[in-house]
Nanobody, 124 residues
Framework: EVQPVQSGGGLVQAGGSLRLSCTVS????????IEWFRQVPGKEREVLIC????????YYADSVKGRFNISSDNAKNTVFLHMHSLKPEDTAVYYC?????????????????WGQGTQVTVSS
């Protein structure tokens, strides 16, 4: 199975916005949820948000509610992470991931595919 391919990210000032993309195979897109995680060096990976064909959008991190959102382009098998009102503490490597089914999961050990990771740096 082809691994997810991420794009986007980079350097942004506090208060700015960024959009990350995660493109998966058509088979994966039709049969699985897609999730976003982030990780800061020295800290555990944090699950942020999930888009499920069955459950819709599920937020896991209170710190991003109201600022981050998730959407998809079904024709391109792509899921987007929209990040607004960015803060320096949002600086991390962001990963998209695919869980074992079309249901969301907060556990990273339930992920069967991972994107390559994208650095997001928010300057103060």
């Amino acid at each position: 199975e082809v691994q997810p391919v991420q794009s986007g990210g980079g350097l942004v000032q506090a208060g700015g916005s960024l959009r990350l993309s995660c493109t998966v195979s058509a088979r994966t897109f039709d049969r699985h949820a897609i999730e976003w995680f982030r990780q800061v060096p020295g800290k555990e990976r944090e699950v942020l948000i999930c888009l499920s064909p069955k459950d819709g959008i599920e937020y896991y991190a209170d710190s991003v509610k109201g600022r981050f959102n998730i959407s998809s382009d079904n024709a391109k098998n792509t899921v987007f992470l929209h990040m607004h009102s960015l803060k320096p503490e949002d600086t991390a490597v962001y990963y998209c991931a695919v869980p074992t089914s079309w249901y969301c999961s907060s556990a990273d050990f339930m992920m069967i595919q991972w994107g390559q990771g994208t650095q997001v740096t928010v300057s103060s």
